[in-house]
C-alpha cells in the first residue's frame, strides 16, 4: 500500500483508504459474507472477480451514468475512485421474484410497495424490473423500504431519477449476460453524488456478491435456482443449524474450492476474458 493513503474504513469486504482529497483506493479483500456475518474462511482470488466485474461493468455502463473508477491497479484487487457523498439507500432492481422478495410476496402479495399478480411462484420471471430500495445497514440485516421512505430519505425528484438509471442499467446488464447464458435474476447499487451533484456509479457492479446470477440452461421457475453466486455459501450454511449470528462457521475445502469456480466461472462467461489473462494484466476488462 502506498505510504500516502490512510486507511479510513472497512466493509464486510473491502478495505478502503484516502489518496488525497479527491481520490479514495478501494481495496477487495477475499472475504465473504453470508446472513451479514464476515465468515472465518477465505475465498482465494474472490476480490479480484470483483474488482474485475466492476471495471468491465463501469466500461460499458458510461453512457447511461458516469462511475467512479479512476484506474485498477496492477494487482487486481485494487480500484482508485473519485471521491463521492454517498446516498443512503440500497438500489435494488428484481427482474424474477427471489429471496427477500419471495418472502414479502409471500407474506403481502407485495415487494416493496410493488403490489404483484397472485399465484407467483419462487423465482418466477417479473413482467417487468422493479426498483426495490432498502436502506443501509451499519449492522445487521438491510431493511426492504417502500417509494415513501426512499423518497424521505433521498428526496421525490432524486428518487425517480436513481429508479430510472438503476433500472436501465439493470436491462442493459441483463440482456447482455443473458446472451452469455446467465439470468441476472437481482442486483443491487450503490449511487453517490460528485460535487455538482451529479449522480454516479459506485462501490460494484453486478458481481457475484451485488447480484444473483442463475445458469439459463438450468432455470425452473417454482423452486430456488443453482447459482454462480454466494447462494452456494449460504446454502452451505442452512446445513449447520447455525443461528446467522457472530462468529460464523468455517468453510470446508470444496465449498472454497467450489465457491472460487462459481466466481472465475461468472467472470470468464461475462466478460468473455480468460480469468488468468485479467490476472496478467486488469486493464484487459477495460477494452
Not at 37 to 57: A, M, N, Q
Not at 142 to 164: F, H, M, S, W
Not at 254 to 278: C, H, K, P, Q, S
Request: proline fraction near 7%; glycine fraction near 8%; charged fraction near 30%.
Amino acid at each position: 500500500m502506498p505510504e500516502a493513503a490512510t486507511h479510513v474504513g472497512s466493509g464486510k469486504v473491502r478495505e478502503l483508504y484516502e489518496l488525497d482529497d479527491n481520490r479514495l483506493l478501494l481495496v477487495a479483500s477475499d472475504r465473504i459474507s453470508t446472513f451479514d456475518v464476515v465468515l472465518p474462511t477465505e475465498i482465494p482470488d474472490k476480490g479480484r472477480v470483483l474488482t474485475g466485474l466492476s471495471g468491465f461493468w463501469f466500461a460499458r455502463t458510461r453512457e447511461l451514468v458516469p462511475n467512479h473508477l479512476l484506474a485498477l491497479r496492477p494487482d487486481g484487487r485494487s480500484t482508485e475512485c473519485r471521491r463521492l457523498e454517498m446516498l443512503p439507500l440500497e438500489c435494488v432492481v428484481r427482474g424474477y421474484l427471489t429471496g427477500s422478495g419471495w418472502k414479502d410476496y409471500q407474506a403481502t402479495g407485495a415487494v416493496c410497495g410493488h403490489v404483484l399478480a397472485e399465484g407467483l411462484r419462487d423465482s418466477d420471471k417479473l413482467p417487468e424490473p422493479i426498483f426495490t430500495p432498502a436502506t443501509k445497514a451499519q449492522e445487521g440485516h438491510d431493511e426492504n423500504i417502500d417509494r415513501d421512505r426512499a423518497a424521505e430519505l433521498v428526496g421525490r425528484e432524486r428518487l425517480e431519477e436513481i429508479e430510472r438509471v438503476a433500472i436501465a442499467l439493470y436491462r442493459l446488464a441483463s440482456a447482455y449476460a443473458a446472451e452469455r447464458g446467465i439470468l441476472i435474476a437481482d442486483t443491487k447499487f450503490e449511487l453517490g453524488l460528485d460535487p455538482d451533484g451529479q449522480l454516479v456509479l459506485a462501490d460494484e457492479a453486478f458481481t457475484p456478491d451485488s447480484s444473483r446470477f442463475w445458469p439459463a440452461d438450468e432455470y425452473e421457475p417454482g423452486r430456488p435456482q443453482p447459482s454462480f453466486d454466494k447462494q452456494f455459501v449460504r446454502d452451505y450454511c442452512e446445513t449447520l443449524g447455525w443461528d446467522k449470528t457472530d462468529p460464523g462457521p468455517a468453510l470446508p475445502e470444496d465449498v472454497v474450492a467450489g465457491t472460487r469456480a462459481r466466481y472465475v466461472e461468472a467472470f470468464e462467461r461475462l466478460t468473455g476474458i480468460a480469468f488468468d489473462d485479467y490476472l496478467a494484466d486488469p486493464a484487459v476488462v477495460l477494452a
